[in-house]
């Protein structure tokens, strides 16, 4: 547990340090609302699947308002995260992150692999009652006519399934109000000295047709300046940094040089977001009602959003196009009524996602353990038996030719789930939540490697899939295309859910969960190698295929379980709540696609087929409290877990496997704490604080090919302590007008890129300053803000995905202009 010192730190640092104000539930009580203007304000949550209020809601649930959102300029995944302090994130830009929760943290595979490869995420995302989480892509929704974001710390496995092992984040999106005409519209720019300007539009629209439906809409448009620049540079193989591109060289060989030059720009890495959401509400009769929602959302993006420290600040080399297109249509439908006293919901949705993105893959001259193989010509006859490679173009004097590689890759994910559950309340001092759900997900995935500059020139023919293996496209792939992936991952479940409480006393209660599920997941389609040419035929052998290769059958993987939780709470009284609480989470295992054949270096031991679940039991205490006639509130947990058989990936072609794979390589526990305020201190002051303290320890390391960071290492990618601070000032205007000036401070301690010792590199403490000054009335509103005040350049994320260390980091000083109106 902790030691007594950082224990008793870290609560007196609960009143000290802070968030952007964390919205709360609707207030215990009304009579202090009235008598006391000073109170909290307080929102009603959903993190039970029942509207509660989350002061007496007995598990961790921490949420950001349609309020906060506006106030701290929350648009995309980057933002908000930011504002949740037991939170952090690994990825590679808009589109591209994976998220983690209490310090439960591996650093994310890279994009380039995620559907290939990709372990599923251990937090769950949703909008409204749909499950959208992804492999290495969390869907990037933009935060518009939002009602409000949950996050969910911990294991929600009873409720939320198997992708909420570390906890749950939710989207709720305001719904159509009845009888009620209102509509307005927000638009705003940015400039940064170190970028382009940034603009956004959103549009909303409510609209009643009759007295027992509505309607209401949204729009926006949202353009993200860019501020890394792509500057010049040339790349030719040195087989200093990787010996594998000097086999038979000779003292005469020839090496051609890559040149960016007609990529060469400034502020590349601009991004955007246009989409809408449409929805109509229709109250069947007075005990029926129906939702359906369709949203739709093109996210776009240019250039990489990390650079390389050794080339400067904010600027790359980059050597071939990086593009990402990433669309996807959502409809969901939610028809909720009661029979008697039972409430009964049944709830759906259907997700359609299309990704395509081109990545600079350049850098992988520097780590590949074939580069002379698909980017020198030969002048070792050998070859010819060892390669089949066609004796034309064995040449005297070696020539490497132009390095220049890419990656090219297509993914298609659907996703149809229904959940059908009931709420009953047996008398006043028991009551169930109890459903079935049922998910089946699909991810295809088609990535094309494009390592050939000249084909014909080194001796391959074109790139044809394996002709009897079950893939995606069955046609030959492009000039240049020397290794791609045509794989089809599946997963699908159905559960069984439910959680009684009862009351033993007017303040003692307990809660039970189970979730029974039943889970299958498959993997089929191809990985395939370039082949040479002998004697005028070509070798269409070279490459996997999943349905018979290395112990992979066309049978799918199978899984099932239960998973406990139980809470005892104590309400002491309408403004004191406190509760413990038991939980269990895992994450699904799956297949390994560079699995089952033999290790490349015989002193190391074979990659299993399949990687199993990793496992998660997690105990801790919270505290929910009104204090000072509800002028402040406190919250926050303690906790302790025990996390096993953790998913860890790893690339190592020189010894293990040509391809990425995942084992089940090591054991950890996490110690911690995380807590929030809010102090109405004055009529006019408000402050605004939370933190977190993970003491994260790898206690085991079971791992047979991946070499790990040793026991007693913190786990990566999370601050031992993280906190942020709001103080806001709020007056009145001679004019009839309110006005308020902020000022908000982000901090986020050192952390570790990886637990991967190779890969394993600090990353520095950070503090970020916000600051903004605002007047509105009841239809309009306008902001001067500055993000980022002192222009931190804040090290989030120190990764190698394209083989060349760079560093993700946050947007510089921005300056901003918001105005809203609205028209009724």
């Not at 009602?289 to 420290?309: I, N």
């Not at 877990?641 to 860890?648: P, Y």
């Amino acid at each position: 547990m902790f030691q007594q010192s950082k224990l008793t730190h870290a609560i007196l640092v609960a009143l000290a340090a802070s968030a952007p104000g964390y919205a709360l539930a609707q207030d215990a009580s009304e009579e202090a609302n009235d008598e006391n203007t000073r109170a909290v304000e307080t929102i009603e949550v959903t993190a039970t699947k029942r509207t509660t209020n989350i002061q007496q809601t007995p598990t961790a649930v921490q949420a950001l308002s349609e309020k906060e959102l506006r106030d701290q300029n929350i648009g995309n995944f980057e933002d908000y995260i930011q504002y949740v302090p037991n939170v952090s994130a690994g990825g590679r830009g808009p589109g591209q992150n994976d998220v983690f929760i209490r310090g439960m943290s591996i650093q994310p595979i890279t994009v380039m692999l995620s559907g290939a490869q990709g372990t599923m995420p251990n937090v769950a995302l949703y909008v409204d009652e749909m499950p959208v989480t992804a492999p290495g892509r969390n869907l990037d929704v933009y935060a518009a006519d939002l009602q409000r974001i949950e996050v969910l710390p911990g294991p929600q496995g009873t409720l939320f399934g198997a992708s909420s092992q570390a906890g749950t984040i939710r989207y709720i999106t305001k719904k159509p109000r009845y009888g009620i005409t209102e509509a307005g519209f927000k638009a705003g720019f940015e400039m940064m000295p170190e970028g382009e300007m940034s603009n956004v539009t959103e549009a909303f629209l409510n609209v009643p047709i009759g007295n027992d439906m509505a309607v209401r809409a949204v729009v926006y448009n949202v353009n993200r300046g860019g501020y890394i620049d792509n500057v010049y540079g040339e790349f030719t193989l040195d087989p200093a940094i990787n010996p594998n591109s000097a086999v038979n060289y000779g003292p005469d060989a020839k090496y051609e040089t890559a040149y960016n030059t007609n990529l060469i720009e400034e502020d590349f890495n601009d991004s955007y977001y246009r989409g809408f959401r449409l929805s109509a509400r229709y109250q069947i009769n007075l005990d029926w009602e129906l939702l359906v929602q369709h949203q739709s959302q093109d996210l776009g993006a240019d250039g990489v959003f990390d650079y390389d420290p050794e080339v400067g600040d904010l600027q790359v080399q980059r050597f071939y196009p990086d593009q990402l297109e990433d669309s996807f249509g959502l409809t969901s439908w939610t028809l909720d009524g009661r029979l008697g006293d039972l409430e009964v919901v049944y709830t759906g949705g259907y997700l359609q996602r299309e990704v395509e993105q081109s990545i600079d893959y350049t850098g992988y001259n520097n780590t590949g353990a074939f580069i002379g193989y698909y980017t020198c010509t030969y002048t070792n006859p050998d070859y010819i038996d060892n390669y089949g490679i066609n004796p034309d173009v064995i040449t005297d004097v070696r020539e490497c030719l132009d390095p220049t590689k890419g990656f090219e890759g297509y993914q298609e994910h659907t996703r149809f789930t229904q959940e059908f559950r009931i709420n009953y309340d047996f008398n006043d001092s028991s009551r169930v939540t109890a459903g079935v759900f049922y998910d089946d997900y699909e991810i295809e995935t088609q990535d094309d490697y494009v390592y050939f500059n000249d084909p014909d020139r080194l001796g391959f023919a074109p790139n044809a899939p394996l002709p009897d293996a079950n893939n995606i496209n069955p046609n030959t792939r492009p000039p240049g295309v020397a290794f791609f992936n045509d794989i089809t991952r599946t997963e699908s479940q159905i559960a069984v859910f439910g959680e009684y409480t009862y009351d033993f006393t007017e303040q003692w209660s307990a809660t039970v969960g189970l979730r029974w599920y039943d889970m299958e997941s498959d993997y089929t389609g191809s990985s395939n190698f370039a082949a040479g040419i002998f004697n005028g035929s070509v070798d269409h052998d070279a490459g996997r295929d999943y349905d018979v290769s290395g112990g992979h059958t066309p049978e799918p993987l199978k899984l099932d379980g239960v998973i406990p939780k139980l809470t005892v709470s104590y309400q002491m009284d309408s403004s004191k709540l406190f509760y413990a609480t038991y939980s269990e989470g895992f994450r699904p295992g799956g297949f390994n696609r560079g699995g089952g054949l033999p290790s490349a270096n015989p002193e190391f031991p074979t990659v299993e087929t399949t990687y199993e679940t990793d496992d998660v039991v997690n105990y801790e205490f919270g505290w929910k409290t009104l204090l000072l006639d509800n002028t402040l509130r406190w919250n926050g947990n303690v906790y302790y877990i025990d996390w096993t058989d953790m998913q860890v990936s790893r690339f190592d072609p020189q010894n293990v496997s040509i391809l990425t794979f995942i084992e089940n390589a090591a054991d950890s526990e996490i110690r911690g704490i995380e807590s929030d305020f809010t102090w109405r201190a004055t009529d006019n002051w408000t402050l605004m604080g939370a933190f977190s303290y993970n003491d994260t320890e790898l206690v085991a390391t079971n791992a047979n090919v991946i070499e790990m960071a040793p026991v007693g290492s913190e786990l990566p990618l999370t601050p031992k302590f993280q906190a942020n601070f709001r103080a806001r000032y709020d007056w009145r205007l001679d004019n009839n007008m309110d006005a308020h000036v902020q000022l908000g401070w982000l901090h986020a301690g050192k952390a570790y890129s990886s637990i991967v010792a190779a890969d394993r590199l600090e990353q520095d403490a950070y503090d970020i300053l916000n600051a903004s000054v605002g007047v509105a009335t009841g239809q309009w509103s306008a902001k001067l803000y500055i993000n980022n005040l002192t222009d931190e350049r804040a090290q989030m994320f120190i990764n190698d995905m394209d083989d060349i260390p760079r560093i993700s980091t946050n947007r510089p000083m921005t300056v901003g202009l918001a105005f809203s109106y609205n028209f009724f």
